[in-house]
């Protein structure tokens, strides 16, 4: 979902208040000075939940859940919240383009998946994992009744 910053603006110039609700930040990074129309992120995280702000210029961000693709055009003080296991393809649209991302966890190598493949093996892997213990939960249920 697409959020917007609060925006104070005054005299002595412009405030922009983000909300990171979803999450408790253990990291904070800036992406920028990337050459105008480059496509970067490629990959998912296991665990690590994040938000994907955008602080200057614009940025076109697609987000894949593995069963659907959703873009999004973000102009400065937008931002998105990203759940773990999320695919994200994120292009800068010109060179004054900057991305803040508050993330949940430190870095960790291990967290990142970079194989598109392995990425929807894993999402199959998680939804067939929900539906069994589903089934199993009914069929207890059924037991019990």
Known sequence: ????SKLVSGERGDLNEFSFDKIDIKRIFV???????SIRGHHAHKNT???LCCIAGKL???????NERT???????????QDSLI???IKFIDEESKLLVAS???YDENDYIRDYKKFKKMVLKKWI?????????????????
């Open 87 to 89: 695919w994200s393809e």
């Open 1 to 4: 979902m697409k959020l917007s």
């Open 49 to 51: 939940r994040q938000y």
């Open 129 to 145: 994992k929900k539906i069994t213990i589903k089934l199993l939960y009914a069929e207890v249920r059924n037991t019990i009744i």
């Open 31 to 37: 992406v920028s000075n990337v050459p105008s129309e």
């Open 71 to 81: 873009k999004y055009f973000l102009e400065k003080s937008d931002y998105l919240y």
């Open 104 to 106: 949940s966890t430190e």
């Open 60 to 66: 076109e961000i697609v987000l894949d859940n593995g």
